[in-house]
């Protein structure tokens, strides 16, 4: 099996990466939000747009 961030092989102590840095390197980008899921709800779209607006709205 090959590290998801670097190709290397894995090592049995950082499965299923190669090393402390690309698991550090993986949960980072979770944290950042790299790996977010984009959501398809109807109210969650809604909501965003009126905060987009209202966001808009004290600009002006």
């Known amino acids: 099996m090959s590290c998801p961030i670097c190709g290397e092989e894995t090592r ?5 990466f190669c090393s402390r840095r690309c698991a550090d390197v993986d949960l980072a980008k979770w944290l950042n939000g ?3 899921t984009p959501r398809t ?3 969650d779209i809604e909501i965003a747009l009126e905060e987009a607006e209202k966001a808009q709205e004290t600009k002006h």
């Open 12 to 16: 049995r102590e950082y499965r299923p």
């Open 41 to 43: 709800d109807p109210e």
């Open 34 to 36: 790299a790996y977010a």
